[in-house]
């Protein structure tokens, strides 16, 4: 069998071949389409772009509702409470609109980007998907409550019905979204978790190494300890120390 | 017309288009998808050059860029079988023997997962520890194992081809 040069010496003479290839257009690169287009990063955007504005319009029909049911108390709390929560999601949507950016920033080290990932779509994502799931039925409420206004008061004639509609609503447009959503996530999910395998690698066989050892090292230190202890005593019992 | 920080631009890609090659040819399957990556990582350079204030040197910032879009692209998920086959095509001397080494060497880490492709890139580039540590952002000891590790199953692909390295 022929024996070659070590890997670095291969690398270091064989490395201009690369070097050499013509790569055309470089000038151009700012009209790039870029054909890998990230669709997650669009879908999402376009997600968080609705989401958005259907919380706007939220927060401005509370404020509508405010107005129109001041003289009952009843309704300004709970009108307050819904434009509370409105506020709040909109943070989060503007939160994750900014996430979303730096988590795919490609100036961070591999790691780092692969686990910012991972932890995305492991945590914020699904809460965020139950937020936009309960954005309808808010703006549902506030919709109604606005239109069905009878001089100040609002009447849901049958409230079990209504919270369990409701509920069946939210629970159904969550999984809507979530099937529609689920063929590009399950890919990226495939995709970062062989990646976080990558990651998490070195590491654990690097842990499992010095677990492995950690008894015999353990047993090592106490027998040197226990000799040299009675060195030690030796010492002082024999030459009075 | 270009404007003075596109000329700025250009003229770092010049001078570092040795350095995007290499990292584009060990993670596309053929010279189209190496000319895709190839744009697609000088888009994400161009994006990313502003926010670039010199903390680490310029050609870690770079290969920091493009392995990661190298490394997050996702078609290179859909692996077909024949695809992991076509390597790219490198001019090569037909009597230097060199030049047939590293293309045996260069196809043999192509085999090997995204995250060691890119470590043992960049330590066959002679970068430093830390320089590898900043780039991937494992710890230097991890690297030291995993450079070792990923060494022994490079000789151990070689071997399977016939080819015994030192």
Redesign the interface.
Known sequence: MEKRDSLEKIWKQGRSNIEKQEIPGEENFRKTTGKRLNLNKIVIEVYLGIYLLMLLVTAVLEIMNLNVYKGNPNMIAVHSGVLAVSLAFIGYGIRLWVKIRRIQHPGQDLASMIHNQIRFYKIDYEVWIWMISLTVALTSFAINTLIDNDNGTYRINNPYRYTGIMAGMVLFLYVMIKMVHYPLLKELRIRLSDLSAQTTEATDSFEKSRRKWRPWAIAGLIVVAVLLGYLVILGILRFGL | M?TEK?NKF?EM??LH??LL??V??LYATDREE???????V???????FE??RGESKLST?IY??A???A?????Q?IQHPLARQVV?E???DPIDD??E???I??AAIREL????R?IILLY?EELSGTEIS?????SE???R??VS?I?SK??EL?LRQ?????
């Open positions: 270009q596109e250009l890609i010049r288009k040795g090659m290499k584009c040819s190496i000319a895709d990556l190839y744009q697609d000088l888009l994400n350079l161009w994006r990313s926010g670039f910032w920091k860029v392995l990661n879009t490394i997050m692209n996702l078609r998920k790219p490198l001019p090569a060199s030049a080494d590293f293309r060497l260069h997962p995204e995250m060691d890119a066959l900043r780039i991937t952002g494992f000891v991890n690297i194992v995993r590790r060494k490079l000789k070689l016939g080819y015994q390295i030192n």
